[in-house]
Structure formats: structure tokens, C-alpha cells
């Protein structure tokens, strides 16, 4: 007879509903590619982002606008998932999720400033979560945090996706998206993308003053309205 083979409960998570299931796997099985949260699945939302990027101008920009909000939505359960399983003991492996596409008038704004990127979408590393959640970010001289709530973190492609203001930052050539939400004592919070050949990564949240950023030379407006 065969010998009987073990199996362990794992959690699985449904990426279209954000249903989470339990399932029976066998011990010492990898969870396959259709259980790897954030890795394989960021394979179609990298072909994604590669082929907007590819169409002409004109028909690109139509894609994006059409699709940028809903592309946000669809990513949210999935991503709060991942938030909560991908470094759970601490240790990243490598692993990537998308946040959100890039709209066309800043992917265009970023290659007219030397940033140019062959890919629409935005991800977010594991190995920069630790920096994004801002443990280390201790509160200002007034007393006011300069890291994000964990409620902004969890809904982020949202916000990214319906944004105050993108600044571009002409001293680190970086992107900076300036989100509609307000912080502690009118604070804004802001992340700050770099954009290369592969496409874009989210590398620092926090908040800061609105002055700040309307006040330094390095910061130039490309998109939006700070009173809108």
C-alpha cells in the first residue's frame, strides 16, 4: 500500500473576490502558482503593464483612462492579503505586488524629465514594506506622526489611483503623488515612486507639511490641483 500522505491546512486566497479558504495540501508541497500570493500572479500584471506601455501614445492614454480606477479596485483584496501574509515571520523572499497603472500624462510627464519606463504598472516590494508601514519615522518637532495609519497603507492603490497631485522631484528624479486624504494637523500624505525601464516602484510613505513641497524648488507640479 501506498504510504499515507500527510496534509496540512493552508489558506488560499480567491484573487477575483478576495474570498479566503482553507485548503488541504500536502506537507512539503509549494502552494503552486496559482497560491503564490504577490509573485506569480504580478507575472500577468507585468505582461499587462508592458503591453499598455507598448501601444501608440494616443491609444495607450485611452486604455489607461479607462481602466486605471477599475485596475485599482480589482487590487485591493488581494493586496491587503498580501500585506498581511508576505512578511508575516519577518522575512521577505523577494516578492512584489501591483498597486495601481500609471496614467499616461505622468508616464509621458516622467519620459519629457529623462524617466523613461517601458512599463505602466506601479508595484511595492516586500523588503520595503517595513520602510513604507514607517516604524522608524518618529512624530516631528511638533509632535505630529510622519508615518502613515494602516488604514491608508490597506486601501493604497486606491488612493493612488484618485490622487490630489503628482509632483515631480527634479533633485532624486522621482515621482511624488500627493493623496486626497489628510494627515495629523493638515499634514499630507505623499508617496514617492521611482520609475525605471521595468516600471514603477513605490519606495517611501509618509507625511509632511503641504508648504514643504510647495515650497522647495526641487518639487514641480505635473499633474492635478492643490485646491481641487
Same mark, same amino acid.
Given at each position: ?16 473576490? !478576495?474570498?479566503? /479558504? ?7 508541497? %509549494? $502552494?503552486?502558482? &496559482? #497560491?503564490?500570493? @504577490? ?74 524629465? !529623462?524617466?523613461? /519606463? ?7 516590494? %516586500? $523588503?520595503?514594506? &517595513? #520602510?513604507?508601514? @514607517? ?94
Amino acid at each position: 500500500m501506498a504510504p499515507e500522505i500527510k496534509r496540512a491546512p493552508r489558506d488560499v486566497i480567491d484573487r477575483e473576490t !478576495g474570498e479566503i /479558504t482553507t485548503e488541504l495540501v500536502p506537507e512539503g508541497i %509549494d $502552494r503552486g502558482w &496559482d #497560491h503564490n500570493v @504577490g509573485r506569480s500572479w504580478l507575472g500577468a500584471d507585468r505582461a499587462l503593464g508592458r503591453q499598455l506601455a507598448a501601444l501608440p501614445k494616443d491609444l495607450r492614454a485611452a486604455v489607461l483612462a479607462a481602466t486605471t480606477t477599475a485596475y485599482a479596485e480589482a487590487q485591493i483584496k488581494s493586496w491587503r492579503w498580501w500585506l498581511k501574509t508576505v512578511t508575516a515571520d519577518g522575512k521577505p523572499r523577494g516578492h512584489q505586488h501591483a498597486v495601481g497603472l500609471l496614467p499616461e500624462h505622468l508616464i509621458q510627464a516622467a519620459a519629457d524629465r !529623462g524617466a523613461t /519606463t517601458h512599463a505602466a504598472l506601479i508595484t511595492v516590494e %516586500d $523588503r520595503h514594506l &517595513d #520602510h513604507l508601514r @514607517g516604524a522608524h519615522k518618529p512624530p516631528d518637532a511638533g509632535g505630529l506622526a510622519r508615518a502613515i495609519p494602516a488604514e491608508i497603507l490597506q486601501d493604497l492603490p486606491a488612493y493612488l489611483a484618485d490622487h490630489q497631485v503628482a509632483l515631480w522631484d527634479a533633485k532624486r528624479n522621482r515621482l511624488v503623488i500627493v493623496l486626497r486624504e489628510k494627515g495629523e494637523g493638515g499634514k499630507r500624505y505623499r508617496a514617492v515612486i521611482a520609475l525605471d525601464r521595468r516600471g514603477a516602484t513605490v519606495r517611501s510613505l509618509g507625511q509632511v507639511h503641504q508648504a514643504d513641497l510647495q515650497g522647495a524648488s526641487q518639487y514641480e507640479l505635473i499633474d492635478g490641483d492643490w485646491e481641487r
